[in-house]
């Protein structure tokens, strides 16, 4: 069984991982509507998200560590992290480079997740 390290970094990759999604969801919304009138682009805060996060990381109380993932759980589905553009429309250029960086980040988080994983299974098999 994983000891609450593995736990919270687990968590807290899970959270980044469906946060990515969750953009790239709002930037296909965005680039799908580019044409329609009256249509406002939206975005992803994730900032709030990693705010939340960056206490779960500063806490070494297990407990309150569960609880501050699971307020940022509670954040993410909600809905609370998509927010109104500032623009007011959609800026094609801008939201194809906002896809792109964003499978960036998703390639890396799941590379560094893998990475983790093979530890975890070196350390179980007892480095063979």
Do not use: C, W
Not at 34 to 53: C, D, H, I, N
Not at 54 to 77: E, H, M
Not at 89 to 115: M, P, R, S, W
Request: no cysteine.
């Amino acid at each position: 069984m994983l000891d609450s390290t593995g736990s919270v970094t687990s968590d807290i990759v899970k959270l980044a991982l469906d946060t990515s999604v969750l953009r790239q969801t709002v930037y296909a919304s965005n680039i799908a509507n580019t044409s329609s009138a009256g249509f406002k682009p939206s975005e992803v805060s994730f900032e709030r998200q990693m705010e939340m996060l960056a206490k779960v990381l500063t806490t070494s109380d297990d407990s309150q560590q569960a609880s501050l993932i699971a307020g940022a759980r509670a954040l993410f589905t909600s809905g609370a992290m998509i927010t109104p553009s500032a623009d007011e429309h959609v800026q094609l250029d801008k939201e194809v480079a906002g896809v792109a960086e964003n499978y960036v980040h998703y390639q890396a988080l799941i590379t560094g997740y893998g990475k983790y994983l093979a530890q975890l299974r070196t350390a179980i098999g007892g480095g063979q």
